[in-house]
C-alpha cells in the first residue's frame, strides 16, 4: 500500500468523537509504534487548526515535544525530520504527525486558533524554525 492509499484510509474514518476497536486495530497493523505515538498526539490535544482571517486561509500544526510541525494536508506533507528520512525514502508509510492531524481532522479532535491574515508569515517563519540544538559529539 502506498503513501496515497494509507493517507485515503486514514480519511475514510469518519467517526464523531472516538475510533472503533476495528479502526484503532487496523491503524496499528498499518502504522505500528507511530500510530501510538500520533494517538497520544491527538489524545493530548496537541494538533491545531489554524484559520486566518478574513482570507480563510488553513494551516495545520502538530505541537511536538520540542518544536510544531507544520503539516499541509492536501499534499500530504510534514515539516518533520521523520517525513524527509523515512517517508521520502520509502521506509515508512506516514509520519507520527500527519497521522495525528488525518485522526484528529476526522475524529473532530483538534483545536482551532483564529488569527488575523496580517500574521500568517510571521507565524509561518516561526513553525519553520528547526530545532538548533548542537549535534551530539561522537
Same mark, same amino acid.
Given at each position: 500500500? +502506498? !503513501? =496515497?492509499?494509507?493517507? $485515503?484510509?486514514?480519511? @475514510? /474514518?469518519?467517526? !464523531? +468523537?472516538?475510533?472503533?476497536?476495528?479502526?484503532?486495530?487496523?491503524? *496499528?497493523?498499518?502504522? +505500528?509504534? @507511530? #500510530?501510538?505515538?500520533?494517538? @497520544?498526539?491527538?489524545? *493530548? +490535544?496537541?494538533?491545531?487548526?489554524?484559520?486566518?482571517?478574513?482570507?480563510? *486561509?488553513?494551516?495545520?500544526?502538530?505541537?511536538?515535544?520540542? *518544536?510544531?510541525?507544520?503539516?499541509?494536508?492536501? $499534499? %500530504?506533507?510534514? !515539516?518533520? =525530520?521523520?517525513?524527509?528520512?523515512? /517517508?521520502?525514502?520509502?521506509?515508512?508509510? $506516514?509520519?507520527?504527525?500527519? /497521522?495525528?492531524?488525518?485522526?484528529?481532522?476526522?475524529?473532530?479532535?483538534?483545536?482551532? =486558533?483564529?488569527? !488575523?491574515?496580517?500574521?500568517?508569515?510571521?507565524?509561518?517563519?516561526?513553525?519553520?524554525?528547526?530545532?538548533?540544538? %548542537? $549535534?551530539?559529539? #561522537?
Amino acid at each position: 500500500m +502506498g !503513501h =496515497e492509499e494509507v493517507m $485515503a484510509e486514514l480519511g @475514510r /474514518i469518519k467517526v !464523531h +468523537g472516538k475510533l472503533s476497536m476495528g479502526d484503532f486495530t487496523e491503524l *496499528r497493523r498499518l502504522f +505500528g509504534a @507511530r #500510530f501510538t505515538a500520533a494517538w @497520544r498526539l491527538v489524545r *493530548r +490535544g496537541s494538533v491545531k487548526k489554524y484559520v486566518f482571517k478574513p482570507s480563510g *486561509r488553513i494551516q495545520w500544526i502538530v505541537v511536538g515535544d520540542t *518544536r510544531d510541525y507544520l503539516i499541509y494536508e492536501e $499534499a %500530504p506533507y510534514c !515539516h518533520c =525530520e521523520d517525513f524527509y528520512i523515512s /517517508i521520502m525514502g520509502g521506509k515508512a508509510k $506516514a509520519c507520527k504527525h500527519l /497521522i495525528a492531524q488525518k485522526l484528529a481532522s476526522q475524529l473532530g479532535l483538534y483545536s482551532v =486558533e483564529a488569527e !488575523h491574515d496580517g500574521s500568517y508569515f510571521r507565524l509561518l517563519d516561526e513553525w519553520r524554525k528547526v530545532d538548533a540544538r %548542537p $549535534a551530539k559529539q #561522537f
